[in-house]
C-alpha cells in the first residue's frame, strides 16, 4: 500500500464505527486500486449485515468516491476468516493486555448509593455523556461505561439504545455507541427477570469479564453503575479496580443520607478511595442538605447539587439525555458542572504503584 496512493489516503480516514480505528490499519481492506476511473475495493469485515457493516460501506463509498479521478466505486464485501479475525483480536488487545491495570492512563469512578432509587443511574448515564460531549459544550473525552446494576439496568433506556447487542469479534466484545459513550451493560446479556437473584461470584465473574472481554479501546474515563448497597460487589470493585474512585451518590432525607453514608464507609475498608458526594433530587418536597452532611461525616467535598427535574426524568424515559436534550436544565448543568470537574481531575493514585526510584 503506497503511502501517497490517494484511493489508500481516503480509506485510511474511514473508521469501524466500533473498533474507532481507520479499516486499513485493522486489515479490513485487502485490496483497493482504481482501474480506467473505477476504484475497485476489496473488503473484509468482521462480520457483515450489521448497522456497523451497512455504515463501513457507505464511508468506503463516499471517501472513494472523493478521490480525484473516480467516477465509480465496484466494491466487493467479505468476511474475515475466524484465523484473520483472531489476528486482529490479539493485535487489539496486544496495545495494552490489562486493561484497566495499574498502570491505566484511565480515570476511572465508581458511582455507588446506599439504596436504590436516588436517581445512580440517571445521573451516571448523564454524566457519560456530558464528558463525552465535545468542545465548546464539554470536554470531549473518550468515556465507557459499564452498568453493573443488576437490580436495576436502566442505562440502555436512558440512553436509548436498549435492545442493542454488542458485537462480537471473536471472544473479543465491542461496546455499543450512544451518545458517544461506548457502553457496556448487564442488560445487553441477560433477561431483566434473572437478575435479581443474581449473587456475589457470579457478579464478580461479570464485572471482570466486562473489564476483561469487552474492547473499549483508549479511554480517558471510564465510569461504573454499581448496584446500591454495600456487600460483595464493593469487595470485588476493590480486587479488581483498586485504583477506582468512588462518587457516593444520596437524595437529600437523612435516612437516604445515612443508608449512603454505610456504602461511603464499606467502599474505604475494602480500600477504595471516596472522592466525594452528589445530592441528587435536591430542592421540592425531599428538602435539602442530606449530601452536605453526608460529605461532612465522610470528610469529603459536596461535588454536585442536582436538583428535582421533570426534565432530567422525562429525557430519562424517552432515552434522550437531558444534558443533551434539555442542556440549560438546571440539573443538566449541575451535570455537565460536575463532569467538568471530573474531567480536569488527576488520576487517582491508590493501588497504583508510587514510582520510587533507587537512588
Ligand atoms: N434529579 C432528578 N429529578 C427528577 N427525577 C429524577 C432525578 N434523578 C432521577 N430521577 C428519576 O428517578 C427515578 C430513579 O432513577 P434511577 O433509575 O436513575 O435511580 P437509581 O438510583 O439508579 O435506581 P436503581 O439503582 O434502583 O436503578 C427515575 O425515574 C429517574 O428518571
Do not use: Y
Amino acid at each position: 500500500m503506497p503511502a501517497s496512493d490517494p484511493l489508500w489516503s481516503a480509506l485510511a480516514r474511514v473508521q469501524d464505527p466500533e473498533i474507532r480505528r481507520p479499516i486499513t490499519e485493522l486489515d479490513m481492506v485487502r485490496d483497493a486500486v482504481v482501474d480506467e476511473g473505477v476504484a475497485r475495493i476489496d473488503l473484509r469485515l468482521t462480520i457483515v449485515g450489521c448497522p456497523a457493516a451497512d455504515r463501513i460501506e457507505r464511508d468506503v463509498r463516499a471517501a472513494a468516491s472523493g478521490v480525484d479521478g473516480v467516477t465509480a466505486v465496484d466494491l466487493t464485501i467479505g468476511v474475515m476468516t475466524p484465523v484473520e479475525r483472531e489476528a486482529l483480536v490479539t493485535r487489539l488487545r496486544g496495545v495494552r493486555p490489562q486493561q484497566f491495570g495499574p498502570d491505566t492512563l484511565t480515570k476511572i469512578f465508581a458511582i455507588t448509593s446506599g439504596k436504590g432509587g436516588v436517581g445512580k443511574s440517571t445521573l451516571t448515564a448523564n454524566l457519560a455523556v456530558a464528558l463525552a460531549a465535545p468542545a465548546p459544550g464539554g470536554p470531549g473525552l473518550r468515556v465507557g461505561l459499564v452498568d453493573a446494576d443488576v437490580f436495576g439496568f436502566s442505562i440502555p433506556g436512558i440512553l436509548g439504545v436498549t435492545g442493542a447487542v454488542p458485537t462480537r469479534v471473536g471472544d473479543m466484545i465491542l461496546p455499543p455507541i450512544a451518545h458517544g459513550v461506548k457502553v457496556i451493560s448487564i442488560g445487553m446479556f441477560v433477561e431483566p427477570s434473572t437478575a435479581v437473584s443474581w449473587r456475589g461470584p457470579l457478579l464478580h465473574r461479570t464485572l471482570q469479564q466486562f473489564l476483561t472481554d469487552v474492547w473499549f479501546g483508549d479511554l480517558d474515563v471510564l465510569l461504573l453503575d454499581l448496584p446500591p448497597g454495600t456487600g460483595d460487589i464493593a469487595i470485588s470493585l476493590g480486587q479488581l479496580l483498586p485504583h477506582a474512585e468512588v462518587v457516593v451518590v444520596t437524595t437529600p432525607q437523612p435516612a437516604a443520607a445515612e443508608v449512603a453514608e454505610r456504602s461511603g464507609l464499606v467502599a474505604r475498608q475494602t480500600g477504595q478511595t471516596v472522592i466525594g458526594v452528589v445530592e441528587n433530587m435536591s430542592g421540592g418536597v425531599f428538602g435539602s442538605g442530606g449530601g452536605e452532611r453526608l460529605a461532612e461525616r465522610l470528610g469529603v467535598p459536596m461535588l454536585a447539587t442536582v436538583p428535582l427535574s421533570g426534565a432530567l426524568r422525562e429525557d430519562g424515559d424517552a432515552g434522550s439525555p437531558a444534558v443533551l436534550a434539555h442542556p440549560s436544565d438546571p440539573a443538566s448543568l449541575a451535570i455537565a458542572q460536575l463532569a467538568a470537574s471530573l474531567a480536569t481531575r488527576a488520576r487517582g493514585l491508590a493501588g497504583r504503584p508510587l514510582p520510587f526510584r533507587p537512588r
